[in-house]
RNA sequence: GCUCGAGUGGCGGAAUGGUAGACGCAAGGGACUUAAAAUCCCUCGCCCUCAAAAGCGUACCGGUUCGAGUCCGGUCUCGAGCACCA
């Protein structure tokens, strides 16, 4: 009997889902929980890419490995539905987002359900169900109660070509990360997250997290904690002062000018009058700059000067204060303590105004700043100390003056959160004739979105809901007419929260049961791209503590371990795209191949977190493989060796089989985990006998990976149910451990020849056997030994002169 | 520029500081077959060989060690992220 896969995998995707097989009671707390998550994906148009089914293999492997272990598995799946590609679509057909959206959603489905994933589908979420936006809304609500939100009228990036506001996350370059299409800075009403009241807790709470190295260093940088000193710098002849933020106030003696940002408050009221014209000039060049054009002038340093001065507090000298844009109005206070001879920046801004740079660290400053450590100069009571002692004694001083104390800046900036669109959720926030705010009454929750006749913003950038009907738009609330909020939420919102939804999905009480949050989270293990290690991770950890610190949940990270599955390039190497035509649509394989050959191709193709090239032959080869076990239990002469009797034959290969497997597979180790069930199938073809048991934990094992023929080969051993809650196999350290060992014998560490000898020789029992070798022989021959080295079971090394 | 990560056969990749190249792909050979495919078995880093032995080999240079793909210092290349953050 030949593997057919096209039947069998319709044979058993109809079992599990007409036995619910992968269906969680999550009320069963009688088991340890075990929940896995994948990021959720947004269903376009296009459908799913073979990069998909790698990051959902690798997380439906770990759950198979788990029931069969005994665990209460959650393993779901959902829809980040919301998103610009289905507002676009309606905007160019006049047809309301939701039906192309459900299209795809459906799409989705059936080719999911193609690749033997074990979901719960009963546990299926979308973020457009109005049951589930209504708790994201709710969470906007007790944010907003808890003064974490708030409306400004802030200088944004607002993309005209897609008629909305991005956040500064979503900018790169100057350019929309969606689409690539210009962005310009100008001023706009919006609703902004306090995310920076949570700076410290993003950072510290990184520690003790199982994720990957570079994406905590990614969310470090990102959020960008600095300490340093504010210092207060007297303005000379006005009652007034600037401060400003350094991370090194060491090199405070050789400070030579200040500079304020363009948005800095002081700028109007310290220009003198000579200096007005220029001065306002420059500030609103400045404003009108797009972060594209500030950054493409990126090494030209310009500035004005201000006509006035300030005093140096560490030594009382007046430096002249000027206006540049290389100065963020966002970060610190806004003002910074220019010192040319050891910052690069100030260096070339004072070099090209001729302002004076006195050097205050010793080292070579004729060409460039001198930013490393050294010992100080011109520094009064700081000469000879370097950059650490030079900090404490000057930040001493500067707190004794009363000029100076220690902060912390982040670079982390407040994150805003209302977006000029239809397809998202509405804010559930309103303004009554005065423009006061007022949030929606929670029992009126959700606010679902009113249907319009166009969804195209309006030429002013102002957003399609402005267009809603007057029922929607102006509603009356005990007697009090008011304007609704018509700025949607970002498309991050709902990817915020939507793994404790999973949770209890039905529950239209609470965005679920307090009892069941503090049974299951945290996730356990959250496999997804890593183009999401900044934005989706920081919103989802910021939403978590604020949820934590209002009593929803009780842990403080929602993600304990966290995986990146790398992508799969085309088979030349490259990306895959449409217009390199090297696209792999994961439709053909299954139809080709089968389901269990793509997971096992991409499962056995290189390391999960490592970016692999799709490969036809190896593909290929991957279907053989699973013919090659398939046979095994199938086909004659094999099925006739199949015996209940141990022979013993295949006793080290199967236990050491079963404890590589189990470890490899919890962690993420998955190419290895396969390489050695294939060394296993090889040990059985070439073997006398096959020992039934062994068999059957091979295909537990097997099943995990290729879970259609894992099926398939257990029901052929006799077993009428599912192999899925079958026990995980255990294996007999006895039977790993061998009492002889192949032994290298290496002269001058270089390897002459391998000696069996027993696990616990002595030293004088491995010399005698290396001494009858001849191989050996011939090195020590004329030699005198002067050393020997025996790491018993491992290496014998003979060091000879 | 800064921060992280990675460089191993023809290819994808294995290797707690201890026999480099497991496993797979490709290639070659054999068995089976009238034949082919499929299957099963064998060979497969380079160099030199009929063969064996020796020699050379984990991007490059150096170091530590009895012993380095692995640890340390430096260089180069590639990938990812950040980018005037004071």
Known sequence: MSYDHGSIEKKWAKYWDEHETFKCDVHDFSKPKYYALDMFPYPSGQ??????????????????????????????????????????????????????????????????????????????????????????????????????????????????????????????????ERGGFPVIRMPMRQWILKITAYADRLEKDLEGLDWPKSTLEMQRNWIGRSTGVQIRFNIEGKDTHFDVFTTRVDTLFGCTYCCLAPEHPLVKELVSAEQKEAVEKYVSDAAKKSDLMRTSLEKEKTGVYLGATAINPINGKSIPIYVADYVLGSYG???????????????????????????????????????????????????????????????????????????????????????????????????????????????????????????????????????????????????????????????????????????????????????????????????????HAVLHLLYARFWHKFLYDIGIVKCKEPFQKLYHQGMILGANGEKMSKSRGNVVNPDDIVNSNGADSLRLFEMFAGPLNEMKPWSTESLNGATRFIERAFRLVSEEPYTKMISDENSHELDYSYNFLVKKVSTDFENLDFNTAISQMMVFVNDCYKAKSLYKSYLEGFVKLFSCVCPFAGEEMWSLLGHKDSIAYEKWPTYDEKAITLTTVKLAVSVNGKMRDVIEVSKEATQDEVMAKANESAKVQSFLAGHEIKKIIYVPGRILNIVVA
Request: glycine share 6%; net charge negative.
């Open 47 to 176: 459908g799913l890419h073979v990069g998909h089914p790698e990051g959902y293999t690798a997380t439906d492997i770990l759950c198979r490995m788990k029931r069969m272990q005994g665990f209460n598995v959650l393993h779901p799946m959902g829809w980040d539905a919301f998103g610009l590609p289905a507002e676009q679509f309606a905007i160019k057909n006049n047809e309301h987002p939701e039906g192309f959206t459900r299209k795809n959603i459906a799409h989705f489905k059936e080719q999911i359900k193609t690749l033997g994933l074990s979901y719960d589908w009963s546990k299926e979420i979308a973020t457009i169900d109005p049951s589930f936006y209504k708790w994201t809304q709710w969470i906007f609500l007790q944010m907003y109660k808890h003064d974490l939100a708030y409306v400004d009228d802030i200088p944004v990036n607002y993309c005209p070509e897609l008629g909305t506001v991005l956040a500064n996350e979503e900018v790169i370059d100057g350019k929309s």
């Open 333 to 531: 206070t806004g003002a910074v303590m220019a010192v040319p001879a050891h910052d690069t920046r100030d260096y070339a801004f004072a070099k090209k105004h001729d302002l004076p740079i006195i050097q205050v660290l010793e080292g070579d400053i004729s060409n460039e700043a001198m930013v490393d450590d050294a010992p100080h100069m011109n520094s009064e009571f700081a000469n000879g100390m370097n950059i650490a002692e030079a900090k404490a004694a000057i930040t001493k001083k500067l707190v004794e003056l009363g000029a100076g104390k220690e902060v912390v800046n982040y670079k982390l900036r407040d994150w805003i959160f209302s977006r000029q669109r239809y397809w998202g959720e509405p804010i559930p926030m309103m303004q009554d004739k005065d423009g006061k705010e007022y949030p929606i009454p929670e029992d009126q929750l959700p606010l679902v979105l009113p249907e319009l006749d166009d969804y195209q913003p309006t030429r002013d950038g102002k957003p399609p809901l402005s267009k809603a009907p007057d029922a929607w738009l102006k509603p009356t609330i005990d007697g009090k007419e008011y304007l609704r909020e018509t700025n949607t939420m970002p498309q991050w919102a709902g990817s915020s929260w939507y793994y404790i939804r999973y949770i209890d999905p039905q529950n239209d009480k609470a965005m679920a049961d307090p009892e069941l949050i503090e049974h299951w989270l945290p996730v356990d293990i959250y496999v997804g791209g890593q183009e």
